[in-house]
């Protein structure tokens, strides 16, 4: 064979490997373009599945029903007083830390301290009964919250008449104000730890939390949900002597 024959046929393979090369690189970028056009066209499916299962999962916990407020109003199964005098006579023989909140502990400042464990009962049941006839459910609002002034308000009525009366009404307003307020802490928390025992599992994690939240406010002075009082000025205003 000459040599420009071999040339010649030599150029032709190069020619045909290079055309051959040119298709298959034509078929490799027409495979990825029909493959991003495949993903391109599935995504938006799949976007729609993810906000589909989102919105069913928001459905889902927007109709969780609303914890209920932890009422014993079946006759046959309520809180005793038998069960917070208990509570109360065994919280009174031992120092408690933690007491109210999970923080304070259980030390007193007022007369309140050397009421017996009946005493102190009787005044936490009927508070009970009061914050469990109103609207407040602190599970649902924060809103719903009774105000600092009206549990004061029915605290003292509630002391001023009972068995205490005139032991209550001898003190100064400063020990009234502290007694007032350590029996408001303390009943609620004697009620709670008794209907603890009493209902043991059926009480769950949210009316655990409002209640936790409604000591701490009621700790705080609050009003309400944003208004934070002190000791002080739950105080009357004294006008100056003339």
Known sequence: MSICA?????????????????LLLIVLAGSTLAFSLTSCSQQPDSVDRGQQTIAESQEK???????????????????????????AADADK????????????????SYYKNLPALEKAQFAMAYHDMVENSDQNLAESYKTYIPYKERVRFARNYWENSSEAAKFK??????????IHESLLDGSELWWRAAENHFGNAI???????????????????????????FSQQMSIKKPAK
Do not use: C
């Open 170 to 179: 001898s003190e100064i307003e400063k020990m009234q104000v502290a007694w």
């Open 6 to 22: 071999y040339f010649l046929i030599a150029g032709l393979r190069l020619r045909s490997l290079s055309r051959l090369h040119e």
């Open 204 to 230: 769950d994690s949210p009316t655990q939390m409002a209640h936790d939240v409604e000591q701490n406010m009621v700790s705080k002075y609050m009003e309400d949900e944003g208004t934070e009082s002190t």
């Open 61 to 87: 916990t927007d109709s969780r029903p609303i914890p209920k407020k932890l009422k014993d109003a079946d006759p046959n199964n309520r809180v005793s007083l038998a069960e917070v005098t208990s509570i």
């Open 94 to 109: 031992t120092f408690v830390d933690g007491w109210i909140d999970g923080r304070d502990s259980r030390t007193f400042k």
